[in-house]
Structure formats: structure tokens, C-alpha cells
């Protein structure tokens, strides 16, 4: 009887959280539908449910409540009306995420939070980043992947002449978008390097080394890819900008990226092995 009127009231609650977050909610499933950087966002939330659910029986047995937790949910959801009603999306779904932080703590203690870490940063990393910071992260990411496009190119004796992010060959000019710049590599990489070493490596320090080489493995793949369609234009007159095969190198450089992050996975094992 007790059991099933707590469930009862977990539902409830369950019910009152949906409900109350369904704008939240509905930016994020928008996001992760209609954006290329989040797409991965559909395989990783499964994820997530399954890395909680392989800590249910250690999360059962904690039983250390915390006030604090209760007025972290009272701040989250009063930023979180706020920002609904001055409707400022890119805060929307931080606040939400926020009051399943409080909910956590209040209902387990601080030591929940410890136990789902892990599943909690990969959450956090589907919250889309605000369009204009986006812009300002990606801009510069654009600029140097241009230089060192131009310096490589003409390291070939090729001529090249670049102006901004555009870059220009005989005959053709190639402008490295938004797109181009890697950081939409870097935010699946970086997905995949902390679900890798949650499943994988031992060791946080180790699980730390893989997340922060996948940042500049996905800048350096994605340059490669860059100066690659460069090369192929410039001596066969190939565009890999445009079409199936623009599709397709896009591919088989991530598909190189997620085998040098295997390597170094690999490596970081046997390390921690020794």
C-alpha cells in the first residue's frame, strides 16, 4: 500500500514536471530534430537511460536527503519562469536541467550526483549552445582553419589567395562556413569520448586525457577534409563541395576520427593496464 502510493505521487510528480517543462522540452526535441549538431542527441539520450538505469541499485540504497536540493529546484524554476515569459529559449532548457539537478539532491543527497555525473554531463552537452555564442565560438574556428588552409595549400606550390574565410583557387572559390570551422565535429566527438571512457576506461584521468584529445581531433580531421577537397579540385578538378560527394567525405572523415579516438581508447587502456 505505502509502495504504491509512493509511486503514485512519483507520477504525479513525473506528470507536473512534463507539463510544466513542455516548452523546455519542446526546444530541445526541435533542436535535436532540425540541427545537424545535435542529431546524435536521439542516440545518446537511450544512453542515458541506460548508464541511470545501471546505477538503480546503487542509487536505491542512498537515503541522504538534502534541503539544499530543494532550493536549488525553488531558484531553478523561478529562472526558469522568468525566462519563459521574457521567452529566452537558450536559457529554457538550462533551468530545466537545473531542477533535475535540485530534484536529485533534495530526494537522494549530493552523492546521487556523484553516482550519475557522467550521465548528467552528457545531458547537459545536448542543451544547444545560443545562436550567437555559436557564431562567436565558430567565427574565429573559421578564420584559423582558413589560414592554416592557405598555408598548407601553398606549401604544394599551389596558388591560393584568401581573403576572410573564403579561399580562392583558379578557376573556383571555397568558403569555409560555420559548418566547416569543426565545431560540430567537436561537440559529437566529444559525445562519443565521454560515453567511450564511461564504458571503457577505469580511471578518471584517463577518461579526462580521451575527452580533451577529442577537441583537437575533430579541429584536425575536419581541417584534413578542408585541404583534402582543396588538393582534389586543384589536380583532377573533383568538387567535393557540393552533392553525394560532399555527403560521403563528410562521412569517411568522421568515420577517421572515430578510429583514431578507438586508437588512443586502445592505448589509454593498456596504459591503464600497466
Known amino acids: 500500500m505505502i509502495f504504491s502510493k509512493i509511486s503514485f505521487l512519483v507520477l504525479v510528480a513525473s506528470v507536473l514536471f512534463i507539463v510544466g517543462y513542455l516548452p523546455a522540452w519542446q526546444i530541445l526535441v526541435d533542436t535535436w530534430a532540425y540541427s ?15 548508464m541511470i538505469w545501471g546505477k538503480r541499485a546503487i542509487l536505491l540504497e542512498i537515503k541522504n536527503p538534502s534541503l539544499l536540493g530543494l532550493c536549488l529546484v525553488i531558484f531553478a524554476i523561478v529562472l526558469y519562469l522568468g525566462s519563459l515569459l521574457a521567452q529566452i529559449q537558450a536559457l529554457m532548457a538550462v533551468f530545466m536541467f537545473l531542477t533535475i539537478v535540485g530534484v536529485i539532491i533534495y530526494l537522494l543527497g549530493v552523492r546521487a550526483i556523484k553516482e550519475l555525473t557522467i550521465p548528467l554531463i552528457l545531458f547537459a552537452m545536448l542543451i544547444p549552445v545560443h545562436g550567437q555564442l555559436y557564431t562567436q565560438l565558430t567565427f574565429p574556428l573559421q578564420i584559423k582553419v582558413s589560414q592554416a588552409c592557405e598555408i598548407i595549400i601553398s606549401m604544394f606550390g599551389i596558388t591560393i589567395f584568401r581573403e576572410g574565410n573564403i579561399l580562392s583557387l583558379p578557376g573556383k572559390s571555397f568558403e569555409v562556413v560555420e559548418a566547416c570551422s569543426g ?20 580511471k578518471n584521468s584517463t577518461k ?67
Open 183 to 202: 565545431l560540430r565535429s567537436v561537440i559529437s566527438l566529444m559525445t562519443l569520448s565521454v560515453i567511450m571512457g564511461y564504458f571503457l576506461l577505469r
Open 36 to 50: 545537424e549538431e545535435y542529431s546524435h542527441a536521439f542516440l545518446t539520450v537511450p544512453i542515458i537511460l541506460y
Open 208 to 274: 579526462f586525457i580521451l575527452f580533451a584529445a577529442s577537441i583537437p581531433t575533430a579541429i584536425l580531421v575536419n581541417f584534413s577534409r578542408i585541404v583534402v577537397m582543396l588538393l582534389l579540385y586543384h589536380f583532377f578538378k573533383l568538387d567535393l563541395t557540393e552533392g553525394i560527394l560532399h555527403i560521403i567525405s563528410g562521412l569517411g572523415m568522421f568515420i577517421v576520427a572515430l578510429f583514431i579516438m578507438f586508437i588512443l581508447q586502445r592505448v589509454l587502456e593498456f596504459w591503464e593496464l600497466k
